[in-house]
């Protein structure tokens, strides 16, 4: 049975690399109907944060990864908290000093310093120098008999060579000299997160331990107490680092890489979670899907296929998923909304991808159009000037205009307000840009285009639908004979006064008769039509 575990210590806020090792547990787990246990490894009571235990299990819940054994749920390793488990690390520390692979050390803090100063004068690395494995039984009997404080520290073997066959990096080797004697217990009597976190692995039956690169160096001192305490070590496994876009590590520090801030900032769970999980690993060559569910993420993740090299961070690439689950999430709403509305009616993509509703009724696509607008008009409203909303005339043609700029809405809703500006306070279109002379369209051209299409659409009626406003105005440009954009362009640059704005049939419905005859008018007397 596969059993995977996230033990994090409640430092602070979950971090996005905390996250990461998270779903790569919960996903593995998960893939093979194994169990995601949660163990809260709170043994350095130094850096305990008052209630960064709390955050972190609501931090959890809110991204769906919920976890089969762990704090405040039954389990059959319970507690899963390591700072109620302390009697269980003294047995296994004290079982370490009868095999003699773990002695009590009694040096002084002054001591250690001083040793490790003149370590570092004569340029060696730092590390214990075994003053403690020196004193003799009675020694040390005598010492605990006057209270003398002491912590217990590993004894490593010198001079060997540790093979480990990592699920991901493969084969590593250590050489033991290199390693300190690692404290076990400390002097308060608590376990250090080496010692806690193997004798808990064990009894928890974890198999495989898929945690961050940084904890490679230690896992030779852990596969040491697994095998000292006869036990069989778990399979490892460590997922690279992450990194900022110039390739330095990624800090717990910077406030802004919590997972709650990113929540806060508004970023999307699925996002967030997709964008998480392609961190480091993508389900393999020639698979192009960069969209993934939860679902479809259990379903695909191996362990196999997470890389060494350490993955890049970039905030654009997660803004791009937003952007992605913000329209896919957004889109289901509407087909729900659409289908209940007219059980009749027709779904299909057009070429964007982007889903088209086609109704049995003109009522029906009204009554759509007001929803929709109503929807997207939530997620931008307080980005906009409250006068718009306030007003019935402007709030009917704010919630058309609005459907004219979905995708812009859904990608940044604080840039809706510009969007919007040409539908309320449109600019005099310069007669440059009518005649959009970059173009060099003839000005007769123009003109006639204008003159034309205003009056098309005087004795038109079918105001209501930007598909019949398409129609009709295709089929002017054919009898005309003028390219579609020699009419368009100057219709929707008059109703505009801008070179970028929604397309012509989409300002003219939103728009309504009235307000766009009065504004391809005022154009149309810049450019005359010649004698
Ligand atoms: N408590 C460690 C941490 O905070 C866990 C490391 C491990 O997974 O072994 O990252």
């Given at each position: 049975m596969i059993r995977t575990r996230f033990a994090p210590s409640p430092t602070g806020f979950l971090h996005v690399g905390g996250l990461r090792t998270a779903l790569y547990n919960y996903l593995f787990a998960q893939h093979s109907n194994g169990k995601f246990l949660l163990r809260i490894e709170d043994t350095d009571q130094k850096r305990r944060v008052e209630g960064a235990e709390e955050s972190l299990l609501n931090t959890l819940k809110l991204v769906g990864l919920?976890?089969?054994?762990?704090?405040y749920k039954e389990g059959?390793?319970?507690?899963?908290?390591q700072s109620q488990r302390t009697d269980i690390y003294r047995k296994y520390a004290q079982e370490l000093i009868e095999k003699e692979v773990a002695y009590p050390c009694f040096c002084t803090t002054e001591r250690l310093e001083e040793m490790r100063n003149k370590q570092q004068e004569l340029k060696q690395?730092?590390?214990?120098?075994?003053?403690?494995?020196?004193?003799?039984k009675e020694e040390i009997e005598a010492k605990k008999a006057a209270n003398e404080p002491f912590v217990i520290r590993q004894k490593i073997p010198r001079g060997e060579k540790l093979r480990l066959n990592d699920l991901i990096r493969g084969i590593v080797v250590f050489?033991?000299?290199?390693?300190d004697d690692q404290v076990l217990m400390k002097s308060d009597n608590f376990p250090t997160y080496h010692l806690a976190n193997v004798v808990d692995d064990h009894l928890m039956e974890i198999s495989h331990v898929i945690r961050g690169e940084e904890w490679l160096p230690s896992t030779p001192k852990h596969i040491m107490l697994y095998k000292a305490l006869g036990w069989e070590p778990p399979q490892f496994a460590h997922i690279p680092l992450l990194l900022n876009k110039d390739k330095s590590k990624l800090s717990?520090?910077?406030?802004?890489?919590s997972v709650e801030s990113y929540l806060e900032k508004g970023y999307l769970v699925p996002a967030l979670i997709n964008f998480i999980a392609l961190l480091g690993w993508h389900p393999g060559k020639g698979e192009e899907q960069e969209i993934f569910t939860m679902e479809e993420l259990v379903n695909k993740f191996d362990l196999a296929q997470v890389h060494k090299a350490g993955a890049i961070f970039d905030t654009d690439k997660l803004d791009w998923f937003n952007f992605q689950w913000g329209k896919k999430l957004h889109f289901k709403e509407l087909e729900k909304i659409a289908k209940e509305i007219d059980p009749d009616v027709k779904i299909e993509e057009n070429q964007r991808k982007e889903p088209v509703h086609t109704f049995s009724n003109a009522d029906n696509e009204r009554m759509f159009s007001q929803k929709r607008g109503e929807i997207l008009l939530a997620k931008c409203e307080k980005h906009l000037k409250p006068q718009w909303t306030e007003k019935p005339e402007t709030k009917a043609v704010l919630l058309k205009a609005i459907v004219t700029i979905e995708e812009k809405i859904l990608k940044n809703p604080s840039e809706a307000q510009a969007h919007l500006e040409c539908f309320f306070n449109?600019?005099?279109?310069?007669k440059a840009l009518i005649l959009n002379e970059k173009m060099k369209v003839d000005e007769a051209v123009t003109a006639t285009a204008l003159s034309e299409g205003l009056k098309a659409l005087k004795d038109f009626d079918g105001w209501d639908s930007i598909n019949k406003l398409q129609t009709l105005l295709l089929n002017l440009a054919k009898e005309l004979n003028l390219k579609n954009g020699q009419l368009l362009w100057p219709l929707r640059v008059a109703l505009s006064g801008e070179e970028f704005s929604p397309g012509t049939f989409e300002m003219l419905w939103a728009l309504g008769k009235d307000e766009s005859l009065k504004r391809i008018n005022r154009s149309l007397q810049k450019t005359p039509r010649e004698a």
């Open positions: 919920d976890y089969d054994e762990g704090p059959p390793h319970a507690p899963y908290i690395a730092p590390m214990y120098d075994r003053a403690c494995l020196k004193l003799t050489e033991t000299s290199t390693l717990k520090r910077q406030g802004d890489v449109p600019k005099d279109a310069a």
